[in-house]
């Protein structure tokens, strides 16, 4: 099991950047599945970036403004978020699966709000 409290939401301009942190309680080091997820109200929880052994992937809503990355000295998992829309808006979710028959851990959420 790994915990993972996620940090840096908040209420942005549109045109704004902010950059979420996910810090885990243990090495995520090639972590075999991880990523960032979105949800709004109403709606199903969607995938926004993922990391997997290196190799990153991106909601075509958000490839070219949103970058996934991780620093495995601090166990954490980054999205920085660029040009941000009201659309972005939403509770952003980390998620970590360390290998295949592990199973995925989330972490609360933080709240990223962006105004028109």
């Known amino acids: 099991q790994v915990q993972l409290v996620e940090s840096g939401g908040g209420l942005v301009q549109a045109g704004g950047s902010l950059r979420l942190s996910c810090a885990a309680s243990?090495?995520?080091?090639?972590?075999?599945?991880m990523g960032w997820y979105r949800q709004v109200p109403g709606n199903q929880r969607e995938m926004v970036a993922t990391?997997?052994?290196?190799?990153?992937n991106y909601a075509g809503s958000v490839q070219g403004r949103f970058t996934i990355s991780t620093d495995n000295t601090k166990n954490t998992m980054y999205l920085q978020m660029n040009s941000l829309k009201p659309e972005d808006t939403g509770l952003y979710y980390c998620?970590?699966?360390?290998?295949?028959?592990?199973?995925?851990?989330w972490g609360q959420g933080t709240q990223v709000t962006v105004s028109s």
């Open positions: 998620k970590v699966r360390l290998n295949s028959i592990s199973s995925a851990n």
């Open positions: 243990r090495s995520i080091f090639n972590g075999y599945d």
């Open positions: 990391i997997t052994t290196g190799r990153t």
